[in-house]
């Protein structure tokens, strides 16, 4: 790998925290007329907001903007060491990145009820958390990306 094609985490440490401070925005106001939000609930359909439901739904739709955004400009800026798709390629990553985030995130919030319980926080803390989410997301849709686009 040339030093234009090698993919760090380090590298997606700014767009990460754009990442959090706009999701976790987001969230604060949707979640600013609540007392409390659960980090879960022991049910599978719920009118209530909770944070992995929210941090779930999330994992696939950033990872699949995220990918795409990702995948263009890291097209556009590589160097030899990167291969050119085709759109319809990208969105197969997209989908690809957006599916797996999706299901490592539903695994991470089954566990995390089954083990911990039903939880829960203030506006805040709950802004703060799916704002992490969103950083992590953003981190893993970018190394999968950029490391799907490297040349072996």
Wanted: aromatic letters at 8%; proline letters at 3%; glycine letters at 8%.
């Amino acid at each position: 790998m040339t030093t234009s094609t090698r993919v760090r985490a380090t590298d997606s440490a700014i767009p990460a925290a754009f990442s959090a401070v706009i999701n976790g925005a987001t969230a604060f106001v949707g979640y600013k007329g609540l007392r409390s939000i659960p980090l879960s609930l022991d049910t599978i359909s719920s009118s209530e907001p909770t944070v992995w439901a929210q941090g779930v739904s999330l994992a696939f739709m950033l990872a699949c903007i995220l990918t795409c955004i990702t995948a263009f400009t890291f097209i556009r800026a590589g160097g030899t060491g990167v291969k050119r798709p085709s759109v319809l390629a990208v969105l197969g990553i997209a989908l690809r990145n957006g599916l797996f985030l999706f299901g490592t995130f539903v695994t991470l919030a089954v566990l995390w009820q089954r083990a911990i319980g039903t939880v829960t926080v203030s506006p805040g803390t709950a802004a703060v958390l799916v704002g992490f989410l969103a950083a992590v997301v953003t981190v893993l849709s970018d190394l999968l990306t950029k490391r799907s686009l490297v040349l072996e």
